[in-house]
């Protein structure tokens, strides 16, 4: 079956432009995280839905980024007036339950933001 | 706050060879840990877990060792092979749903 899908996979913009990530988990998984992945580190927490609730936002580094899952499936999230240090990949993974201890996360291939 | 870390930043094997690759993690109330292998332009890969009830749990060709008095993970990889070559991170669970990953460390496993 088909995993998690990102779009765009490469996104340039110039700093100040909105952007918009677009996230498609496993059909039927409750849990959707976002992660954001700066050069040669390791994945940072940004948000966490189960279903279409964002329980948990507080990785967001700042008030221009947002998050939603209107319908508890496709993501969004959105970067306003982009900065440089916004440049990194942005991971999106789901799982199929609700506990990230019992249920395995199956990551996307990312996209990957250059703000110039 | 939290930090997990991987004591070596980059490691070559022969193919063939057993692979280790450590981690430090700083929080003792950490209870799951997982394993992941990013292949360059993919996202991770979960490859296996631990509970901290358990010391050690092996996968096919994997064992990962926990040791929780020096807050220490690693992972072994038996007779490393090509498609082993990645970045491979470990993570530990946060505060609810969140994990915590470490900066990687790089394999590559020479032919």
């Known amino acids: 079956g088909a995993g998690v899908s990102q779009s765009p996979r490469y996104k340039v913009a110039k700093r100040g432009q909105d952007v918009a990530l677009r996230c498609d988990p496993i059909?039927?998984?409750?849990?959707l995280f976002w992660y954001q992945q700066a050069l040669g580190q390791g994945p940072e927490f940004l948000t966490y839905?189960?279903?279409?609730?964002?329980?948990?936002k507080s990785g967001l580094p700042s008030d221009r980024f947002f998050a939603e899952r209107p319908e508890g499936s496709v993501s969004t999230l959105k970067i306003q007036r982009t900065q440089q240090e916004d440049s990194a990949v942005y991971l999106c993974?789901?799982?199929?339950?609700?506990?990230?201890?019992?249920?395995?996360?199956?990551f996307g291939p990312g996209t990957r933001l250059t703000v110039l | 706050g939290e930090s997990v870390g991987l004591h070596l930043p980059t490691l070559s094997v022969q193919e063939g060879d057993n692979s280790i690759i450590n981690c430090a993690y700083s929080?003792?109330?950490?209870?799951?840990f997982i394993w992941y292998k990013q292949e360059s332009g993919k996202g991770p890969q979960f490859i296996i877990d631990i509970r901290s009830n358990m010391d050690k749990r092996q996968g096919q060709r994997v064992t990962v060792l926990l040791n929780k008095t020096v807050k220490h993970l690693s992972l072994q990889i038996a007779a490393t092979q090509p498609g082993d070559s990645a970045v491979y991170f470990c993570?530990?669970?946060?505060?609810?749903?969140?994990?915590?990953f470490g900066t990687g460390t790089s394999l590559t496993v020479i032919p």
């Open positions: 993974a789901s799982s199929p339950g609700r506990l990230a201890t019992n249920n395995e996360q199956f």
């Open positions: 929080n003792s109330a950490s209870d799951y």
């Open positions: 839905f189960q279903n279409e609730a964002q329980l948990d």
């Open positions: 059909s039927g998984h409750v849990s």
């Open positions: 993570a530990e669970n946060g505060e609810g749903n969140q994990f915590y």
